[in-house]
């Protein structure tokens, strides 16, 4: 590998040995809860880039497998199992239900396809509200103390590392070169071999388990759910807005995301409620109309122009 080809994943270690130190340096706990919400929130942007931004296929639903992974483990820790025991079974549970749901959900394409990931939430929001035996429904379901804030901070940091470390492998491995042939267009992928509903399917389990992972660490530091928390679209949304502010389709604008949406929301939950929502607004109509492919995007298209520059001048001088 190159010296070009080294810088990025010696960067990435040297922030990860420096993200890993924070709770050994910091011991604020509001210092915590911050970068916890952004690592986890990052973990869950990065998961839904996998079928939104290299599949291209824009799902509304992901709450839901935040909630299966969330009521996993808050049922299992409250029958007596250890709450990391949970983690896998939450994992797979999240990976089975989407199966369940994307094999005739892919069926569909475009905005049909979005359409029905939003029903499929409001369902499963729905069934959890009235499965009051097993979900505590309205009233959610409550645990008692959890592990430390140095922890649930590793522990999120940890899953956002996986996350991004998935991510960086599928854009140069063959799964997501057959992802992007998906997303370009689905018919001459189709036509060239490419299983797209297998595709799908594939990238839509791997995307479900990290977010299902990501439901149990929710659970473990709020210590409560309940089926408007954890499955209500508010949650979606917040899913897809990170990645799309970041950049859609890139390695790292799902964490740029996670933090500028983490930053917004922590400001204005102090200073006027509900007004984070007016902001996410008017930055996603900033984005969509001026820079469709988020701040990685922007950055991008800054250094290509600088580059040019560049050139122009050195052709000039040696002319």
Not at 260 to 275: D, G, H, P, S, W
Request: with cysteine; charged share 10%.
């Amino acid at each position: 590998m190159s010296k070009a080809g080294l810088t990025g994943p010696l960067v990435a270690a040297a922030a990860l040995i420096a993200a890993v130190a924070v709770p050994f340096v910091f011991r604020s706990e509001y210092v915590l809860d911050v970068l916890f919400l952004i690592f986890l929130y990052g973990a869950m942007s990065a998961a839904w880039n996998i079928v939104g931004g290299f599949a291209g296929q824009i799902s509304f639903g992901h709450a839901a497998f935040l909630g299966v992974g969330a009521y996993t483990t808050m049922i299992l820790w409250g029958e007596g199992w250890s709450i990391w025991a949970t983690l896998p079974i939450a994992a797979a549970l999240a990976a089975l239900f989407s199966i369940i749901v994307g094999v005739p959900s892919f069926r569909l394409r475009g905005p049909y396809f979005s359409i029905a990931t939003i029903g499929i939430g409001e369902a499963t929001r729905l069934i959890a509200l009235n499965w009051s035996k097993l979900t505590g429904g309205a009233s959610g379901l409550t645990a008692g103390a959890g592990p430390t804030p140095q922890i649930q901070y590793l522990t999120a940091l940890a899953l956002c590392a996986v996350a991004f470390g998935v991510s960086w492998w599928i854009v140069r491995s063959r799964f997501g070169f057959a992802l992007a042939a998906i997303k370009q267009d689905t018919d001459a992928a189709q036509t060239l071999g490419v299983d797209t509903t297998l595709y799908k399917t594939l990238a839509l389990a791997l995307s479900a388990m990290l977010v299902g992972v990501a439901g149990s660490i929710y659970a473990m530091h709020y210590l409560f759910i309940s089926p408007d928390s954890v499955f209500g679209f508010s949650t979606a949304i917040a899913l897809v807005i990170m990645p799309i502010i970041g950049g859609v389709g890139t390695v790292w604008g799902p964490l740029i995301g996670a933090v500028i949406y983490t930053f917004v929301r922590e400001q204005f939950a102090v200073k006027l409620a509900n007004a984070d929502l007016l902001a996410f607004g008017l930055l996603l109509i900033a984005i969509v109309l001026f820079e469709p492919k988020g701040i990685v995007g922007a950055w991008e298209s800054m250094m290509r122009r600088r580059a040019a520059r560049k050139a122009l001048v050195g052709a000039a001088a040696s002319g």
